[in-house]
């Protein structure tokens, strides 16, 4: 059994910056491919980032490239997403995940959501206008 927390949301202006983090606890976290959602109100929950287990191979939805970057710390079981610029569109819930084993590691898999097996909490963000 896999448990992951996130922290670091929160209200900011827009143009600001924050860094979600997300705590893995349990079995063999540093085999798990791993990745970001997030879920606006009224609206579907959606891709947002996601990472290969030794984070070299990372994808990121379009409207978020060259704001925020995914990442992690094995040796923390910790992975991070930065978000700066952001924007109140950025507004929602997000969500940290960790992928089915075995899949592979391409960005049709890692972009589903239907493809993770293990879930958080979430954390809200909400950006100002």
């Known amino acids: 059994q896999v448990q992951l927390r996130e922290s670091g949301g929160g209200l900011v202006p827009a143009g600001g910056s924050l860094r979600l983090d997300c705590i893995v606890s349990g079995r063999t976290y540093t085999t798990y491919a791993m990745g970001w959602f997030r879920q606006a109100p009224g609206k579907e929950r959606e891709f947002v980032a996601a990472?290969?287990?030794?984070?070299?191979?990372?994808y990121h939805t379009d409207s978020v490239k060259g704001r925020f970057a995914i990442s992690r710390d094995n040796a923390k079981n910790t992975v991070y997403l930065q978000m700066n610029s952001l924007q109140p569109e950025d507004t929602a819930v997000y969500y940290c995940?960790?992928?089915?084993?075995?899949?592979?590691?391409?960005?049709?898999?890692?972009?589903?959501?239907?493809?993770?097996?293990?879930w958080g909490q979430g954390t809200q963000v909400t950006v100002s206008s």
């Open positions: 995940a960790a992928l089915s084993p075995g899949l592979p590691l391409k960005q049709q898999t890692m972009t589903r959501q239907i493809n993770y097996v293990y």
């Open positions: 990472l290969s287990w030794n984070g070299a191979d990372t």
